[in-house]
């Protein structure tokens, strides 16, 4: 559902520039997997990748948990005028050692208007 989220946002509060470029491959790591498993994919022949492209991300996500970030994820809808069907991943990362009740949490709550495409943004329309 991750991959095949049209949009994500990687929230990364108290993560200090120590972890730029381990935020940085998850980013890319979470773009390749769109692009694999996005209903926008086109067979090209090439051998299917998904599961080693699933494997990378949940790879860079356990780096993370090895330096003790607790990393939650979680899809949300956000349809907006013509994209109904618009849904985001929502990553967050947040050190164990300054918020210890991170793990236990069950929902993430976000502004739906973080979320939204830009106001300049125009869907393209068949």
């Known amino acids: 559902m991750v991959a095949a989220s049209q949009a994500f946002l990687i ?19 979470m773009h390749l997997a769109s692009m694999v498993m996005g209903p926008h994919t086109i067979d090209d022949g090439e051998p299917d990748r998904r ?3 699933c494997n990378d991300v949940l790879a860079a996500a356990s780096e993370f948990r090895r330096r003790g970030v607790t990393v939650l994820v979680g899809v949300m809808d956000a349809p907006r005028p013509g994209l109904p069907d ?12 300054s918020n210890l009740g991170a793990p236990k949490r069950r ?3 976000v502004d739906k208007r973080l979320v939204q495409p830009g106001p300049g943004y125009l869907p393209h329309l068949a």
Do not use: C, N, S
Not at 86 to 97: D, Y
């Open 86 to 97: 618009w849904k985001v991943a929502i990553i967050t990362l947040t050190p164990g050692l």
């Open 11 to 29: 929230h990364r509060a108290d993560l200090g520039p120590a972890y730029d470029a381990q935020v940085e491959g998850l980013t890319e790591w």
């Open 107 to 109: 929902t993430i709550l």
């Open 51 to 53: 599961r080693e492209r």
